[in-house]
């Protein structure tokens, strides 16, 4: 099964959960084992409890701090 994730901005953190377990339970079996892989190497994947709103922004604010949009990088291609 694939599970295709669409983003709308250069730094977002998805919620996936339920998908994933829409996709798990509509198994045939019952017995699963659930990898999630991401192809880019500028995506990931991250387990955190959502109970806390402001996880997702200092998530955000951390990465955005320690990899700033605007710098003065050198490897400038089009999909770094």
């Not at 829409?22 to 699963?32: F, H, I, P, R």
């Not at 955190?48 to 990899?67: F, R, T, W, Y």
Request: aromatic share 4%.
């Amino acid at each position: 099964m694939i599970l295709t994730v669409k983003t709308g901005s250069k730094t977002e953190l998805v919620d996936i959960t339920s998908r994933v377990q829409k996709l798990v339970s509509s198994s045939d079996t019952n017995d699963v084992l659930c990898m999630l892989f991401v192809p880019h190497t500028t995506a990931a994947v991250t387990i955190n409890e959502s109970a806390d709103p402001s996880v997702k922004a200092d998530i955000l604010m951390i990465l955005n701090d320690i990899i700033p949009w605007q710098a003065d990088y050198r490897h400038l291609e089009g999909n770094s």
